[in-house]
Each structure stands twice: as structure tokens, then as C-alpha cells.
């Protein structure tokens, strides 16, 4: 099980750039979640991601978008790139749970990180 | 809103003593989770132990271990038999009916 991957590793933009982000869910997960997870500080969540559809938004702006596929896979795009934007970018999968109250592991991928010159 | 602190912005400890990290929550529901994560250099987040609002045990695993004080809303992670590689940035973590909340993070150094 090769677990969350992400895509690209690195990634460098100019302000005012669109960028989109890769995410593949750990064998067997079908919700994606994504964080901005900025230098020094702890991750903040964006959206999540569930049978294609958001489900789940932080307090992002709409800048920030995403799409779910149907093999579960996720895209996270940002439109018109902030020098604010520059952070570590990371995607979790975990397996929905339809007990109410119930809440299963969200396991990480290693991060796509963004410098937006 | 649900908040999480982590009032430890850096931490250090001799290589097989007992560390402790603090964190305390801020939320309004009654069913939730608490998480506590590891991110080593290599960054990729890790799960360490994770708790439930409803037990009122305490979760551990192996040398990890938690003392939840529901009242309190306080969740600190002991770490026992500290090794070289527990050197990692930790984060606390909530989560409730919405998303998920992270602390802004304790960097463990252990030292030989």
C-alpha cells in the first residue's frame, strides 16, 4: 500500500498564478481532506472532499477549490496566488463512517510545498 | 469555534527520560476526538495516539500516553523512555462535527 501520495514535492509560482495540486488517497479511502499548513505553525484545514463533492469548507477564500474524482483522487486549485499563500500544502484520506459520532483516522501525504515569489 | 493551544512552543529532554506536552481545547460539543500527531523533519504527518471524548480511560500506546481531563479541557501527551527519533514537531488536534483543529505545535528535541 503505497499510503497518500502527493504531487509535485515542490512547486514555485508568481503572484496572480493558478496552481493545482495532486493528491491520491491511501488504498481503500474515499474522503480527502485538505490543509494549509504555513512555516512554524499548525495545519488549517481548507475543505473536505466526499463522493465528489465538498462537504466540508474551512475559513478559506474562493480562491481556494477543489475537485474530487471518481477513483476518490483529489485536485486542490488556487486562483490567483498571494505571496501569503506560500505554505505546505497537505492532503489526508480516511474511510467515511456512517455511525453518527463515529470518526475514523485521517492519514497524511508528505505535502506538496508552494513559494509564490 | 473549537480552538486548540499548545502553550510549549519548543521542548527538550535526555534521551530515556519522560517528557510531557501540554494542550487544552476550547469546544461546545459534547462528542468529540482529540488526536496528538508527530512531524518529523521529513514532514509527513503521524498519527500517535488519539482519544475519545466518551472514555473516560486514558489512551495509550506503547511508550505514548495521555492524561484527558474532560472538564478541564486539557489533553497532554507523555512521552516515556524518550528515544532519538521522537525528535519532531507535535500537534494536538480536535475534532468534532465540523473539521479538524490543529494547535500550533511543540517542537521535541531529545538529546543523547
Known amino acids: 500500500d503505497a499510503g497518500v501520495t502527493q504531487s509535485p514535492t515542490h512547486l514555485i509560482k508568481t503572484r496572480g498564478q493558478q496552481v493545482t495540486l495532486r493528491c491520491s488517497p491511501k488504498?481503500?479511502?474515499?474522503?480527502v481532506s485538505w490543509y494549509q499548513q504555513a512555516l512554524g505553525q499548525g495545519p488549517q484545514f481548507i475543505f473536505q472532499?466526499?463522493?465528489?463533492?465538498?462537504?466540508q469548507r474551512g475559513n478559506f477564500p474562493d480562491r481556494f477549490s477543489g475537485h474530487q474524482f471518481p477513483n476518490y483522487s483529489s485536485e486542490l486549485n488556487v486562483n490567483a496566488l498571494l505571496l501569503g499563500d506560500s505554505a505546505l500544502y497537505l492532503c489526508?484520506?480516511?474511510?467515511?463512517?456512517?455511525?453518527?459520532?463515529?470518526?475514523?483516522?485521517?492519514?497524511f501525504g508528505p505535502g506538496t510545498r508552494l513559494t509564490v515569489l | 469555534a473549537q480552538t486548540v493551544t499548545q502553550s510549549q512552543p519548543e521542548m527538550s529532554v535526555q534521551e530515556a527520560e519522560t517528557v510531557t506536552l501540554s494542550c487544552t481545547y476550547d469546544?461546545?460539543?459534547?462528542?468529540?476526538?482529540l488526536f496528538w500527531y508527530k512531524q518529523p523533519p521529513s514532514r509527513q504527518m503521524i498519527l500517535v495516539i488519539r482519544?475519545?471524548?466518551?472514555?473516560?480511560q486514558n489512551a495509550t500506546e506503547n511508550r505514548f500516553s495521555v492524561n484527558f481531563q474532560k472538564a478541564a479541557k486539557s489533553f497532554s501527551l507523555k512521552i516515556s523512555d524518550s528515544q532519538l527519533g521522537d525528535t519532531a514537531m507535535y500537534f494536538c488536534?480536535?475534532?468534532?462535527?465540523?473539521?479538524?483543529?490543529f494547535g500550533a505545535g511543540t517542537r521535541l528535541t531529545v538529546k543523547p
Open positions: 489526508a484520506s480516511s474511510l467515511e463512517v456512517r455511525l453518527a459520532g463515529a470518526y475514523n483516522e485521517q492519514f
Open positions: 488504498s481503500g479511502h474515499d474522503t
Open positions: 472532499y466526499y463522493e465528489e463533492e465538498e462537504r
Open positions: 469546544t461546545s460539543e459534547s462528542n468529540y476526538y
Open positions: 482519544q475519545e471524548a466518551y472514555k473516560q
Open positions: 488536534a480536535f475534532a468534532g462535527n465540523n473539521d479538524m483543529r
